[in-house]
């Protein structure tokens, strides 16, 4: 074949690659640019705003760290800062036990197990609205409340004001935020259940291993990938947390309590309605950090346990 036929030839062939690569990206395009507009941008601002002082209105000012220093010095963000770590550090491992629990009774040949994974899914898909004003009706202050009553009559108890006490307040929301998501990570753990080969338990089983130690040994590693991956979501979710918030703690004109302030809606209020921006961009740095050094570590213990 002649130099001019192969010349020929590879131009013919890096015109089809620049063809096949202009198709992969009319199919990306949309998307990448939506999350640039939506998404990154939003994310580069948010990193310029924070060393600056502005109200949407007039022109910004370089402050340098003066926002980070400002907002650590009120009350209100060390109050969401810390109601944030406890409402995490509370919601997330009961909400993965629970979702695990479940997901194994739930996998067992029982009767109604179709409708028990129904009922107990039902809450993440329900209406945050309509959820919530059913669980303000059952906790409701006063004695008349389905709760309180059960308390009274039954556990002779005195009643709780529940959400609206800053002493239960955070109770209440890591209980509802329990009861409404761990349908949903449930299902994650079925799935991770049903992945698992029997012949892994027949194995045990023969070696003598009781139910316990199958679980112990065989259903928890095998679960490992699940529970990495559903740690992970879990724990963004709790430090983002916002709508079950408003809608338990929120009362009548919106305003949240120290005791219920979490990080999200400090960064919302000084936002819209201080129209503070720096210092609020400042407190979204802030969550990001301690997002993103939370999943490092989750990152790092799951490597080191692929290694060992």
């Not at 036929?5 to 992969?24: D, F």
């Not at 009319?26 to 002082?53: C, D, K, Q, W, Y």
């Not at 059913?134 to 529940?162: D, E, R, Y």
């Not at 960064?267 to 999943?295: D, M, P």
């Amino acid at each position: 074949m002649s130099h001019t036929a192969l010349t020929q030839a590879e131009k013919n062939r890096r015109r089809r690659k620049r063809k096949q690569a202009l198709v992969a990206y009319s199919f990306i395009a949309p998307n990448f640019i939506g999350f640039a507009i939506f998404t990154l941008g939003p994310i580069i601002l948010a990193f310029v705003i924070a060393f600056m002082e502005w109200d949407g209105n007039n022109p910004m000012k370089f402050v340098g760290f003066s926002n980070f220093i400002t907002i650590f010095s009120e009350d209100r963000f060390v109050s969401s800062l810390k109601n944030t770590l406890v409402y995490s550090l509370f919601t997330v491992p009961i909400t993965l036990a629970l979702a695990l629990g479940l997901a194994i009774l739930l996998n067992q040949k029982i009767r109604g197990r179709n409708f028990l994974r129904t009922v107990t899914f039902f809450p993440y898909v329900a209406s945050l609205v309509a959820v919530t004003a059913v669980w303000n009706m059952l906790f409701t202050p006063a004695k008349g409340g389905i709760v309180n009553q059960f308390m009274i009559n039954v556990l002779h108890m005195a009643p709780s004001k529940w959400a609206a006490a800053p002493k239960t307040v955070m109770l209440t929301i890591i209980m509802f935020s329990v009861w409404k998501n761990m349908g949903y990570y449930m299902v994650i753990y079925l799935a991770g259940l049903q992945g698992i080969s029997e012949d892994l338990y027949e194995a045990a089983s023969l070696d003598g291993a009781n139910a316990l130690q199958r679980f112990r040994y065989v259903t928890i590693p095998q679960l490992r990938p699940t529970t990495f991956f559903v740690s992970i979501i879990l724990t963004i979710n709790c430090f983002k947390v916002y709508d079950i918030v408003y809608m338990l703690a929120g009362g009548s004109n919106g305003v949240i309590n120290k005791s219920a302030i979490v990080l999200v809606y400090y960064i919302y209020e000084e936002a819209f309605r201080n129209w503070k921006l720096g210092q609020a961009s400042a407190s979204a740095i802030i969550l990001f950090a301690i997002v993103l050094v939370i999943t490092l570590i989750q990152f790092g213990g799951e490597k080191n346990y692929a290694n060992d």
